[in-house]
């Protein structure tokens, strides 16, 4: 099969959408000039097991989900067909814009054209119903819903992970989705302090970059696994933000190279692949955070410029494009961290200006910085954040003027902060954090 059939033509929810003939008539499931009605199709489709396979072929009446994670799939349809015969395919992992479908017509025609054409879908969450609508047209998509946002996935449980207890170390700490922390898990992967942490594909995360300086990375699966370091990109730093954007992405951003602060940043794939270096945007500064706001978009905040503290923030857009500096809001700070909370807010909290604070600021689904909120809990700094319970948020670690500490406090889906609970856990200073699901 050789070719591109154009675009699809698509439609959301019941209506109906049909191809034009060349004559201007409708070209329907009875042939031109007749208007086949959605309820003549949109009867019970038999939805069958998730499809993993690269190949495989379909069975009028059915419904498919097409899971392409590891590979393409080539759908292979009836060689013979009746007027009214329909399939359903769907994107089951959100995948299809890595690993497409192509659908091969077997002999029949396919929205007007023979099956020397390739027919391929390639945009994440699509889903395509098809109805066969006589020899002219052949299989033609009724719905071809080429949705690309993902809806809202709020992960339920968080990871803290590296930081400096004396020394730099490698040790994780699990996060309930009820927001209690764990025993040490022993570590995997280099050990280091002040690396960034952030999500990516919906329910895995990234612990990356970090002091010494570094650009290794660590991908966290969905059920909370740390692998095993994987070769850096991009330029060496530690003291940077990193946040999701774009509902299944990442951005890690600013921090400082061992010489310089600075403000370039790299995109993390839906695949937890770090991209090269893009362009700084705003203050170059480190010892800064960032968080998720609006439920696709992200803000960076805060930081040490080299000469003093600031509150700048910088947003993020739900494409990872950083905006340039908006004017501070609340104490400026550094050694500061942020979480998500309410699944469209964010908060920014704690951290060191003369000495540590407790202080924090709220943001709003509009990425909007709120005053300065009275602090509740043990001031200190480099200390760390994550999401957990889906709407949920909690601090962690951190030091202070007597030194490193592990106590915890919980972020409720309203942004308010509790009272200290119990250290579990290493006390140190400078780790990371990030939620699963």
Not at 189 to 198: E, L, V
Not at 288 to 301: L, Q, R, S
Not at 355 to 366: M, Y
Request: charged share 15%; hydrophobic share 35%; aromatic share 8%.
């Amino acid at each position: 099969m050789s070719g591109i059939i154009g675009s699809r033509l698509n439609v959301r929810g019941s209506g109906l959408v049909s191809k034009l003939g060349t004559d201007g008539q409708v070209l329907t499931s009875a042939g031109a000039g007749k208007q086949l009605a959605f309820g003549d199709v949109a009867g019970g489709v038999s939805w069958q097991a998730v499809e993993t396979g690269s190949t495989m072929t379909a069975v009028a009446g059915n419904g498919y989900p097409i899971d392409t994670t590891s590979n393409a799939c080539t759908i292979t349809l009836p060689a013979s067909a009746s007027n009214g015969d329909q399939i359903v395919f769907t994107d089951y992992a959100r995948n299809w814009g890595t690993n497409a479908i192509t659908i091969d017509s077997n002999g029949l025609n396919y929205q007007g054209d023979d099956d020397t054409y390739t027919v391929e879908y390639t945009t994440d969450g699509q889903s395509v119903n098809i109805v066969y609508s006589g020899s002219t047209n052949g299989w033609i998509p009724i719905e071809d819903d080429t949705v690309t946002d993902a809806p809202i996935k709020l992960n339920t449980e968080g990871i803290f992970g590296f930081g400096n207890d004396g020394s730099n170390t490698d040790i994780t700490n699990l996060v309930s989705n009820a927001g209690v922390v764990a025993s040490d898990v022993t570590g995997v992967g280099t050990a280091r302090s002040y690396p960034a942490g952030c999500e990516y594909g919906n329910d895995k995360g990234i612990l990356g970059f970090g002091t010494p300086m570094m650009s290794t990375t660590n991908l966290v699966t969905n059920a909370g696994v740390v692998g095993s370091d994987v070769t850096g990109v991009g330029t060496t730093r530690a003291y940077s933000g990193a946040c999701g954007y774009g509902y299944d992405k990442g951005i890690v951003g600013y921090g400082h190279d061992g010489s310089n602060y600075v403000s370039m940043t790299n995109l993390v794939s839906n695949a937890g692949v770090v991209a090269t270096d893009v362009t700084g945007v705003g203050t170059a500064r480190g010892y800064m955070t960032a968080c998720e706001y609006g439920g696709d978009k992200g803000i960076f905040g805060f930081g040490w410029d080299g000469s003093s503290d600031v509150s700048l923030t910088n947003l993020v857009s739900n494409a990872g494009v950083v905006a340039t500096d908006t004017t501070g809001v609340g104490t400026a700070r550094d050694e500061i961290t942020a979480c998500g909370y309410g699944g469209d807010k964010g908060i920014f909290g704690f951290g060191r200006v003369s000495d540590r604070v407790s202080t924090t600021n709220l943001v709003t689904n509009a990425g909007v910085v709120g005053t300065d909120v009275t602090g509740v809990g043990t001031a200190r700094g480099s200390l760390a954040a994550t999401q957990y319970g889906g709407d949920k948020g909690i601090f962690g670690f951190g030091d202070n003027v007597s030194g490193k500490v592990g106590m915890t406090n919980l972020v409720s889906n309203a942004g308010v902060v509790a009272t200290d609970v119990t250290a579990v856990g290493t006390a140190r200073s400078g780790p990371a954090g990030c939620s699963f699901n």
